[in-house]
């Protein structure tokens, strides 16, 4: 069984057509990665200050304890819990018991005077 000339024709055809769809897919996907080559970058190479720049840090008044002295509110902020290896919660839980034996301290000596 001998294909016609007609019929190699045609496969030639489609096979080049073929040929030319992959090369043109392969030139596309090589276009495209190269442009976001440029455009992105790894995270591993951001400098400190990218980072700062793409992040963001939730800021809550409960994380200040707030003095007012002299007309001017200073908010203190000291990362307790870090510094002596303590969960958050018990060093809250200290500072409230810490506040609240000065405030009847301070109760029980205002009614002295």
């Known amino acids: 069984m001998h294909t016609s000339d007609y019929e ?17 897919h392969a030139r596309n996907i090589y276009t495209e990665t190269k442009r976001r080559n440029e455009r992105l970058i790894s995270l591993e190479l951001l400098t400190p200050a990218q980072w700062n720049q793409l992040s963001i840090l939730d800021d809550y008044d409960s994380d200040y304890i707030c003095f007012f002295t002299h007309n001017f509110d200073i908010q203190v902020n000291a990362d307790i819990a870090t510094l002596m ?28 005077n």
């Open 8 to 24: 190699r024709t045609i496969e030639h055809q489609f096979d080049s057509f073929c040929k030319i769809v992959l090369r043109n």
């Open 85 to 112: 290896n303590l969960a958050e919660s018990t060093v809250h839980y200290h500072k409230n018991n810490a506040l609240n034996e000065l405030k009847k301290f301070l109760e029980e000596h205002l009614n002295e």
